[in-house]
């Protein structure tokens, strides 16, 4: 059974990359389970990054609950809209955190993502895509180090609130964004 997460990075609620992603969600199936996590409502801890020191203590708390629900997915989509070129910071964080996992002992966090697909959705307010670049990069770069099926970066444009709903070209690719996913 598929599980799709819902990691939303952006720093408003229901904001444009978020309503592109929940119209391209509503083709999923109906088996298809989601779970929606909006990162403002998860704050983590500052990152320190202690990889070269002694072994990092399991997750607890908030990290713990982004660690399982991570880990539950079978497909994680990054929903983050473009901030100064590229991944917001509660977006940054998190994907900041993935370096943490893979040194707990006994994780297999690497191996366990391997099985996984990595899909972002991202609107940004400027007439050049290529302004999203470094956005499809830190994805697609991402999935390559630790193995993941990378399924591509969705892009809308917008900047105001409910901006997204004009981008007609978006929310036509939107409608069949995931279909790789179940063909």
């Known amino acids: 059974m598929s599980r799709f997460l819902f990691v939303l990075g952006s720093s408003r609620r229901d904001g444009n990359t978020e309503q592109l992603a929940r119209h391209a969600a509503r083709r999923l199936p109906a088996d298809v389970e989601q779970q929606w ?4 409502d998860h704050p983590l801890n500052p990152f320190a990054d202690t990889r070269h020191d002694d072994p990092l203590p399991p997750p607890s708390g908030t990290e713990k609950l982004l660690l399982d ?3 539950a997915a079978t497909d994680i989509v990054i929903a983050t809209p473009v901030y100064w070129y590229s991944v917001s910071y509660t977006t940054k964080h998190y994907l900041d955190y993935w370096s943490a996992w893979l040194r707990v002992p006994r994780l297999d966090f690497k191996k366990r993502m391997s099985a996984k697909t990595l899909w972002g959705i991202s609107v ?7 302004h999203a670049d470094p956005v ?4 697609r770069l991402t999935a390559e180090y630790l193995h993941m099926r990378h399924a591509g970066l969705l892009l809308g444009n917008g900047s105001r609130p409910g901006d997204i709903q004009r981008d007609t070209d978006a929310l036509a690719r939107a409608t069949d964004f995931f279909a790789p996913a179940h063909v």
């Open 124 to 130: 940004l307010a400027d007439d050049d895509p290529g």
């Open 136 to 139: 499809a990069g830190t994805l």
């Open 37 to 40: 996590l909006w990162l403002g």
């Open 69 to 71: 629900a991570t880990l």
